[in-house]
């Protein structure tokens, strides 16, 4: 197929993107003239030839075809980044469904002029010893300015100037006569915002143990062999994140770079320090709480070839490294690296079409694999590695047991916390080691729902139960609609109206009832709203300052608490409820890591889990670490159920003010999947009321998809694209 036109975009920066200009692809270029390419092409009223980016093509011309202009000539210097870029933003768009404009911002990070920050320092020029008579002269002299400034040079050699003037107050009047008598020089450093600091030592790396060496290996042979993704499953501390830096270093070595994907509540201070201790300031990180300029100034020292490797949450993806080599994807199966924004790209597939367009490698690493990436490292499709001891030599795994809810309640205990689980709590403050508890959940109480009608009350706009907190009132998670909490039920009138369920806020106020001698800490979304709140409660406890820690999702990720010997799971299979075909998956993969965060060090573990469901295969194969177990039982619902991995599955959205609208044009898309559907070949699902049916007033259906091969789904989202959509109506596709 003949495609004349070009749509060119002259500068590649983010707000250029939204202004692509049609050319004329001549045909003696047709043949370079490709997705991404670097073209020259006459720009302006001037026609002075400037460099742009080929962002797609199309038939037809835009205006009078004797005005479009001609592409004069396709540069030689292969694929350069950008070019990457363009084709990875590409692909995003017709796999997860976007705009190119959207999917190129997603790609493109916003590049704004970096100013280097103009640093000051003071730095002494004399020893030690000089200093200290320097310092005992000033103070029989008296002169405090002076003395604070030469304590703080005793303290550092180099103190940033603005602190001088600041925080020790001496001016620069005070300064001065040590300058002159040559006691301190003034340097002039220009740099660039450095997110990890400045005064860093480095640190010796560990001796790798056997099975960690065999993993390097195996990783760099496919490195230097045919680059497919890589899948490692590590169990939990058998010391995954060695191997990544091992064979970050490698990679290093030869010229290329490197990504590291943390998950934003996982990207701890501590994980970030290993990195940097070994690769010290070619390391950058990028995460949610650097503003954006500090952000973008760590894109641009990527560009600038300052690092070597960058590590950071989803977004990180994108750093623009010209000589990218490879891609880790640290706890792979976290569903943080799937977007929640248009384009919804998820993180592992696109880290792999991003290492195809750069011939670079991709690195999938979890204790607890996704179904997915583990049934595709069955299939061949990645390669696979196994690491299955803890490399801590005095730590063993955990001991766990189940205790089944059910029964507590029949033998008359209505409480939280079953009477094993008590028994051990008991014992491990005896022993003044550190407990974990762990919930899955958030607000004091739950909901609230009437006794006599079992409704729950609602959020009028969002048509999920609202939040009681402890103030008493009534929060939607959602939109944000406070309310207080009714006397009488609105549905039914009946006064037996009650808060149900359990909360972190309340496990505290019964751990603190029951022990009252113990330090309680409470993390989860309220308690962690302020900037470093989450740092400073994870600290405190690390350095024992607390007995017991109560929280939710954040606690169990990646943080190594050598004291904690006993965990508990309060409510183990609340997640089983929260819908989707990956709530056994999400459960699994929790409980896992939460039963993994027992015993780390040399003390010896135990685990509880408490549920109502004790059988059930994700909570049974979590308590015995049996990951293989859960995976067979998971592939086998997914393959009756024809869920992803076994099938892809097409997901849209139909939004709308107007319920009506919406309702329709739900039918007029099953319409036309029916009509492409003629062979049968697609499962067609809904369209229904999404479970959220109501968001802030906007009405919300659902249609699903599902195909064993992609090419038909795709298909049928172009034939979507393609309908009548009016301006009362939007969609999103999800692409599985
Ligand atoms: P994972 O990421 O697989 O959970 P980590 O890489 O965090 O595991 O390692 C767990 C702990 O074991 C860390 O404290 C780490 O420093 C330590 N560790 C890892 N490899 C070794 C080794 N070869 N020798 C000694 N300690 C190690
Ligand atoms: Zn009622
Ligand atoms: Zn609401």
Redesign the pocket.
Known sequence: MLKPYADVIIDITHTAVDRAFQYEVPEELSGQAVLGAKIRAPFGNGNRLRDGYIIGFSEKPEYDPLKIKKIAAVCEDGMPLEGQMIRLAAWMKERYGSTMIQALKTVLPAKRKLKAVEKKYLVRRVSREECEELLALYRRKNQKARVRLLEAFLADEVLPYEMVVQKLRVSAASVKPFLEQGICILETKSRFRNPIGEHLVRGDS????EE?RQAVNGLLTVWRGDKRPCLLH?????????VYMEVIRRVVEEGRQAIVLIPEIALTWQTVMRFYRQFGERVSIVHSRLSAGEKSDQMERARRGELDIMIGPRSALFTPFSNLGLIIIDEEHESAYKSETVPKYHAVDTAIRRCELAGAMTILGS?TPSAASYYRAQNGEYHFFQMKVR??ELSALPSVEIVDLRAELKAGNRGIFSRRLQELMVETLGRREQILLFLNRRGYAGFVSCRACGKAVKCPHCDVSLKVHRDGTLKCHYCGYETVIPKTCPSCGSGYIAGFGTGTQKVEAMVKAMFPEAAVLRMDMDTTARKGSHEAILSAFADGKADILIGTQMIVKGH?FPRVTLVGILAADLSLYSGGYEAGERTFSLLTQAAGRAGRDSLPGHVVIQSYAPDHYSVEAAASQDYEGFYWHEILYRKLLRYPPVSRMLTLLITSREEEEAEAMARTVKRQAEAINEEGILELVGPAKASVAKINDIYRYMFYAKCEEEAPLLELKQSIEALEWGKNVQYQFDME
């Open positions: 560990v001796h790798l143990n960690q590590g169990i939990t501390g058998s010391g995954k994140t060695e204790a490399a801590k190594d």
